[in-house]
């Protein structure tokens, strides 16, 4: 289960089916239609040079997951199912994972995208990803909060001083003032529109969108596209 694309943008998208949906999570995300699909056929052509990512970058199998910091069903996945995946696949090089923003949930997911990827710009991979776990760590558990401005300038600024330095803190939040990376959030929002992604989180395993509904037919589209690649 993914979120529905709402907000600005709701009436021209609907929310695929995200198979990693725990009962029991309860948030305005839900509220997207479920789609049961099958796998996508069409491998698309992804650009994954300058992108944040965690394993080996010669591994087979190159998993993209599109996300918004401000849903919560993404917060979930970050929380229980990423490290599944990076244990499983990512630990033990058959995978790479990367992170692509697709900020659509308020005016806040485009300005914390836009602050990641800076972090990401001027500190670095290591950094970027404590950044990103810590700022999903911080989301509000109350759904009604996607509603509001709630991550702000001097909020990013302070959820970021919890993982580096002033030194750090004030060169990034300079190169965010300039909009340094904002070159790079394009990029990925082109990822976006030419993949046609229309919730979050959505996967892709070498450039093949996963729409399945169970963990079992996750770890079937990774090993074939491992093997695809011996």
């Not at 239609?33 to 040079?49: D, M, P, Q, R």
């Not at 591994?59 to 995946?85: H, L, R, S």
């Amino acid at each position: 289960m993914k979120a529905e694309k709402k907000s600005k943008i709701a009436s021209k998208k609907a929310s695929p089916k995200w198979f990693f949906w725990i009962v029991g999570v309860f948030s305005l995300c839900v509220l997207g239609l479920l789609l049961i699909g099958n796998f996508s056929k069409t491998e698309a052509v992804i650009n994954y040079k300058n992108q944040p990512y965690i394993g080996d970058a010669a591994a087979p199998v190159k998993i993209v997951e599109f996300g918004d910091y401000k849903c919560p069903v993404c917060k979930n996945f970050n929380a229980t199912n990423f490290p599944q995946i990076k244990e499983k696949y990512v630990e033990t090089g058959i995978a790479t994972f990367y992170f692509m923003n697709d900020p659509f949930i308020n005016t806040d997911s485009n300005r914390s995208a836009l602050f990641a990827e800076t972090v990401y710009q001027e500190l670095g991979n290591e950094t970027f990803w404590k950044f990103h776990d810590q700022l999903y760590s911080k989301q509000p558990e109350d759904s009604k909060y996607e509603a509001i401005d709630l991550y702000t300038e001097s909020f990013l600024k302070d959820t970021l001083k919890e993982i580096a330095n002033d030194d750090d803190t004030n060169k990034v939040m300079e190169a965010f003032q300039q909009k340094k990376a904002k070159s790079a959030l394009e990029q990925d929002l082109l990822h976006v529109k030419n993949l046609k992604v229309d919730g979050t989180p959505t996967l892709f395993i070498n450039g093949k969108k996963f729409e399945g509904n169970t963990w079992d037919e996750f770890n079937q589209m990774v090993e074939d596209a491992a093997k695809e690649k011996k």
